[in-house]
Structures are given as structure tokens and as C-alpha cells.
């Protein structure tokens, strides 16, 4: 099967905070503390660390981390400290994920995701002993399912037309 490239035209950072702001406010939604609902913050994290190493990097993982964290009523930093290894790993690998078509980029994005929830899993063992099981992973599987969904989303506004129209600028 044949996919055109298309050559992408830079990000626009106003957009790169809307789509953090907006999977904030997913994540801020009642149903977070149900098995298997994705980290809506962490897969918009590890998508723009992946694309925009420079615009979305480390200190934006841990300011969203400390929002996460003050909203989740969790130790604070527990989230913090997750998504700035999860930010870290991604510029790790950024440049040999986007070599991949988005199926295979949820493969690589998924062990950075299990690892930010082992690295809250630890925190968590720490402070109160207890084990949530083995359903805890879950959520990790169910982000990195929407990673090609949410690829072709936050690319959208970047996506130059395939056929060159004369009348316009780009």
C-alpha cells in the first residue's frame, strides 16, 4: 500500500497548549479512576517529545506532572517524576520512531508508557504498601491503542495539501 508523505509545516506552540490544556481537562473528567481509561496528558507528552523535542521537552513534562499530580491528590511529584522520564525516553527515541508508520510508533511508545506507570506504581508502593493488581497496566495498553488516532489529529494542522494548488501561499 502506498501512503503519500506529506511534508509537514512547523507547529504552531499555541497549538502544542491547546492540545495539552484539552488532554488535561480529558484527564480531569470523572472517569479517571477507572481500570483502562487512558493518560490522555502522558500520550500528548510523549506524542510532542516524539515531534517537538525542542518546544515540548522536560520542563514541560514536569510542570504538566505537577498539575497532574495537585488534580490526582497524589504525593507530589509521584507524576511529575513519571512524566519527565516519560519526556526523556521520547527524545531518546524520537528519532527512530518517526521513521515507523503510527501502528509501529504505539509499539515503541508503549514501553515508555508502562514504564511511567511502573515509575507511579513504585511511588505509590512506597508511601502506602498497597498493590492496585495486575489491571493497573491496562491503562498503558489502552493509550498506546490511540497513539495512531491522536497522531492524525495533532498532525492535521501541519499537513501541507498533496496536490499543489497555485492559488495559495504553502
Request: charged content about 10%; some cysteine; proline content about 6%.
Amino acid at each position: 500500500m502506498n501512503h503519500p508523505h506529506y511534508i509537514l509545516l512547523p507547529a504552531n506552540s499555541l497549538f502544542i497548549a491547546f492540545s495539552l490544556a484539552v488532554a488535561f481537562m480529558l484527564n480531569l473528567l470523572p472517569w479517571g479512576h477507572w481500570i483502562g481509561v487512558p493518560d490522555f496528558v502522558a500520550l500528548v507528552l510523549v506524542f510532542w517529545s516524539i515531534h517537538q523535542p525542542r518546544k515540548v521537552g522536560i520542563g514541560v513534562a514536569f510542570c504538566m506532572g505537577l498539575l497532574m499530580d495537585v488534580h490526582d491528590a497524589t504525593l507530589l511529584g509521584e507524576n511529575a517524576l513519571a512524566y519527565t522520564l516519560l519526556s526523556y525516553f521520547a527524545i531518546m527515541i524520537h528519532r527512530r520512531v518517526l521513521w515507523f508508520p503510527a501502528g509501529i510508533q504505539a509499539l515503541h511508545v508503549l514501553p515508555l508508557l508502562l514504564v511511567t506507570q511502573l515509575v507511579q506504581l513504585v511511588v505509590r508502593l512506597i508511601v502506602s504498601g498497597k498493590f492496585p493488581g495486575w489491571f493497573y497496566f491496562v491503562e498503558s495498553f489502552s493509550t498506546a491503542i490511540l497513539w495512531p488516532v491522536v497522531s492524525a489529529l495533532l498532525l492535521a494542522p501541519q499537513r501541507r495539501a498533496i496536490d499543489r494548488d497555485e492559488t495559495r501561499p504553502i
